[in-house]
């Protein structure tokens, strides 16, 4: 078809010539129309076949794009492609399920986006240090569109034109598995290390080297883990008494030729040839071929027990049995008289109260386990049935829902003619035995576990230099699987340039024996690293088989280390500019560090106050003042305080000292930032010599006051008194003079008279104002009364007055207590708004009191702000007067509603005289 189409082209163009309708070819045309033609018909088959190809490989790639679609869909990990910019061009479904984005969201961020903040710098710096196709492998944390936290294993490849492909699983589970049993680990190794015995594990070699021991070893024998080795005797056997050596080994080399526990009560010689008996369980720890690679066992003294054991067996053989062990419950039954008894501990042991009746059988039962019930059910029949059966272990459950493990003994008893008579025995609670025991037996796994999952990396190398064990952070830091390690020479696994440094440091290890300790820094694929190094000898006494290396990272610790430096060192500048003192002291006084500030206060250099004592430096306080302040700051965490020390030159300075309690390993540390206040209080002094100046003189300006009163009081009633009276009595006579005719004159006569009386009590109720008279005819009670009754009643308020005064007080002070009664009084009748008014007026040997309490509607406001008398000039002179007089002056409102005044005047005034 392609080529029809082709010649019809042909014919075409040649007909289609502008001017011509025909074409008559001469030989050389048509030659060059073969050849065009022919040409044209292969270039057309070529592109025919061209376009046939690619739909083929169109085809192809379609299939081979929906297989990769579904892979790349149904992947049980997360998937994602990157720019070489790391920004995201692709993720699949469970990748984007896993960070929370959609596809669209997810194509706007970079990876930093969602790496975690304190992760981005390294994954830049791995992804710069890529080139095309290399791989990278890491766990790091990314960060959810929610904001929480995802921890991963991410694999990524670089392609040829630069983008990222990177498959990324979930391990956020696995990290806090991990994060769970390395606390468990260390919960392990502290109820190990806190076994009052010895828990062990020897590994089967020539010398059965004991490669573990717990420190609970040198309270036991007196031997150290390392001294554990006898003339090429077995550890441990050599210091198992001679008269017991040979059948304890018979018995462990049956026990684990059946792989079976061992069990033995046996005695040892510690170091100070002292015999002690121990109990001994041990197993034999098998590979995963099963093949035996070592004993484990643990050790714990029963030396107490095995005296006890002693002086039973002098007694009856009952006895003997009950008594065997310390620490047994013991029971005896009675088979003719079908009684039950048993000892305290025995009802203990069951968490019974002691000296009531033993359960019957299925009472009994019902304590027991349910898994253990069948077992005791049969021994129970066969005791009663006479008939002697093993030991017993089960569980019971007390009543207080605890389970605790029994170890039970029993022996029938039978009379002269073989009859059954009963039985005897005794329960030990072996609990604890149990826990170890099971805690034993799992340490093997655990340390394994621990090995395997160490924050550092592990490597044990053998006397070759080959590298017997590594651990799971050896393959992260080398980056390549544990069969490339294991069996390999050191030389083999290490980075060239530390090679040759590293078999040095193996090789001292193995000539002496003594442990290395170095830091080295090395570049790994994830980057250059910080390590601190320690290679330990393993079996020294017996020459060095393993040395096992250790390798910490410290890079980030020594980066925090430095960033602490830093730190220090900006807080030290900061002390040395602030014009603050400070001073740094032990917990006895003695400084430690001063900062300049606090040196130039005190007139010295900073350099001759350390080591000094604070109590040199005081001014007022001795030795024992100084050492309890310390005492009180240590006890409390700190302290504020006003203290006065001594200058070089010998003047004082006053200092305001704010000091708190630094707690640290070594002992505790106060440090008090102190504030030269001496010219403060030298101002303050000043003020208050001012203020106690300006109230003598208000008091002199209120005495002067109140006797200019008294004599204008005195001239206005004497005087213009008199004269009023005079003048009453000459208009009377007048008016009597006047003839009755005259009747109008006499009525304006009256009428004066009766002005002028009106005046004479204007006179008195004058007088009375400036100074009544009643206190100073009759004292202070009656003129309080007097004064209540003429104010109060007079404003329609009833009132109730107390008054106990016992003594007589000086006039001056009667006179002001009056005055504020007086002021008081007229403030209820002005402001209060009240209907009844206490008042009392008490007296003791010391003070006398004054009290006035309304049912008004209260102080507006806080009477104890300061500024809640500004304005009121009636507080405020009550205040002054009482003041003056050396007392106080209290206002405040009463719990019912209304106010109350308080006055106090000390019977010696302030002068110091009554």
Not at 7 to 29: C, E, H, K, W, Y
Not at 341 to 349: H, T
Not at 491 to 513: I, K, W
Request: aromatic share 6%; with cysteine.
């Amino acid at each position: 078809m392609g080529l029809v189409t082709a010649l019809a082209v042909i014919d075409l163009a040649l007909q289609f010539r502008p001017g011509r309708v025909s074409f008559n070819p001469t030989p050389f045309n048509a030659l060059v129309l073969v050849i065009v033609t022919t040409a044209l018909v292969l270039t057309i088959y070529v592109v025919e076949r061209l376009i046939v190809l690619e739909r083929e490989s169109a085809e192809l790639a379609r299939r081979r794009g929906q297989d990769f679609e579904l892979l790349y869909e149904q992947a049980s990990d997360g998937i994602f492609v990157t720019t070489p910019e790391l920004r995201f061009l692709h993720g699949s479904a469970r990748g984007l399920a896993m960070i929370g984005y959609s596809l669209d969201e997810l194509r706007t961020r970079t990876l930093d986006d969602i790496t975690a903040p304190d992760e981005r710098e390294a994954m830049r710096a791995r992804v710069a240090g890529s080139a095309p196709g290399g791989s990278l492998a890491s766990r790091r944390r990314l960060v959810r569109k929610d904001g929480s936290s995802l921890s991963v294993e991410v694999g990524a490849t670089r392609m040829a034109d630069g983008r990222w492909v990177a498959i990324v699983r979930d391990v956020t589970a696995r990290v806090a598995a991990e994060t769970e049993l390395a606390a468990k680990e260390a919960m392990l190794a502290q109820l190990v290390s806190s076994y009052p015995g010895v828990i062990y594990h020897g590994r089967r070699d020539d010398r059965w080297v004991m490669d573990y021991v717990t420190d609970g070893c040198v309270a036991l024998t007196g031997y150290e883990a390392g001294e554990l080795q006898f003339d090429g005797v077995p550890a441990l056997v050599g210091i198992v008494h001679p008269d017991d050596r040979d059948w304890l080994v018979e018995n462990c080399a049956r026990a684990i030729a059946q792989r079976l526990p061992c069990r033995n009560e046996y005695r040892i010689v510690t170091k100070d040839r002292t015999v002690r008996w121990v109990f001994e369980q041990a197993e034999g720890t098998y590979d995963a071929q099963g093949a035996l690679v070592g004993v484990a066992g643990y050790l714990s003294d029963i030396s107490a027990r095995k005296e006890s054991e002693a002086q039973v067996r002098r007694s009856e053989r009952s006895l003997a049995l009950a008594q065997r062990t310390a620490q047994l419950g013991s029971w005896r039954w009675d088979a003719p008289g079908g009684t039950l008894e048993g000892s305290d501990e025995l009802f203990r042991i069951h968490g019974l109260a002691p000296g009531g009746p033993l359960p019957e059988s299925e009472q009994y039962l019902a304590l027991v386990h349910e898994e253990d019930r069948t077992a005791l059910r049969e021994s129970l029949a066969g005791i009663c049935e006479g008939i002697q059966g093993p030991d017993l272990h089960f569980r019971v459950r007390r009543p207080d829902g605890a389970v605790r493990h029994l170890h039970a003994a029993y022996v029938i008893d039978r009379g002269e003619a073989d009859e059954l008579t009963g039985a005897h025995g005794v329960v030990q609670d072996v609990t604890e035995h149990w826990r170890a025991q099971e805690a034993l037996r799992e340490s093997e796994a655990n340390y394994r576990l621990l090995f395997e999952h160490a924050g550092e990396a592990v490597i044990v190398v053998d006397r070759e230099r080959r590298v017997h064990l590594a651990n799971a952070r050896v393959v992260e830091l080398l980056d390549r699987p544990l069969e490339r390690i294991r069996g390999r020479h050191v030389r083999e696994c290490l980075t060239a340039g530390d090679a040759d440094v590293a078999l040095a440091q193996l090789d001292e290890v193995f000539a002496t024996g003594v442990p290395v300790e170095a830091e080295v820094t090395l570049d790994f694929p994830a980057g250059r690293r910080l390590l601190r190094r320690t290679i330990r000898p393993v079996g020294v006494n017996g020459g060095t088989r393993f040395a096992i290396v250790f390798e910490n990272d410290i890079t980030d610790q020594r980066a925090l280390q430095s960033a602490l430096e830093a730190s220090a060192r900006r807080a030290r500048q900061l002390l040395e500019t602030t014009q603050e003192g400070f001073i740094l002291a032990d917990d006895r006084g003695v400084i430690v560090e001063v900062n300049a500030a606090y040196a130039a206060m005190v007139g010295y250099a900073a350099a001759e106050l350390v080591g000094r004592s604070i109590t040199s430096m005081e001014a007022e306080l001795d030795e024992a003042a100084v050492a309890a302040r310390i005492a009180t700051m240590l006890r409390e965490g700190g302290a504020r305080f006003v203290t006065h020390h001594r200058r070089k030159d010998g003047t004082r300075v006053v200092l305001q000292v704010s000091a708190a309690v630094l707690t640290q390993d070594e002992g505790a540390l106060v440090a008090a930032f102190v504030r030269d206040i001496t010219e403060e209080r030298t101002r303050e002094a000043q003020l208050e010599s001012s203020r106690q100046q300006l109230r003598a003189l208000a008091a002199r300006l209120e005495a002067v006051r109140e006797e200019e009163r008294t004599n204008v009081a005195r001239e206005i009633h004497d005087e213009l008194g008199q004269g009023l009276t005079s003048l009453k009595l000459d208009l009377a006579w007048l008016r009597d003079q006047l003839p009755a005719t005259k009747r109008a004159a006499r009525a304006r006569g009256a009428a004066t008279l009766d002005e002028v009386d009106r005046m004479i009590d204007a006179v008195r109720a004058l007088a009375a104002r400036l100074r009544p008279a009643i206190l100073d005819d009759l004292g202070l009670v009656p003129a309080v009364e007097w004064q209540a009754a003429r104010i109060l009643e007079r404003a329609g308020l009833s009132w109730q007055g107390t008054f106990e005064l016992s003594g007589g007080v000086s006039p001056e002070q009667a006179t002001t207590l009056f005055r504020i009664f007086q002021e008081a009084v007229t403030n209820v009748v002005r402001h209060a708004h009240a209907t009844h008014v206490d008042v009392s007026l008490r007296g003791s040997d010391d003070v006398v009191e004054l009290r006035v309490a309304d049912d008004g509607r209260g102080f507006e406001g806080d009477p104890d702000a300061p500024d809640a008398h500004e304005g009121h000039l009636g507080l405020l002179g009550m205040r002054e007067r009482a003041s003056g007089a050396g007392g106080s002056f209290e206002i405040r409102a009463r719990a019912g509603g209304g106010t109350e005044v308080i006055a106090r005047i000390p019977r010696a005034g302030p002068g110091g005289s009554a």
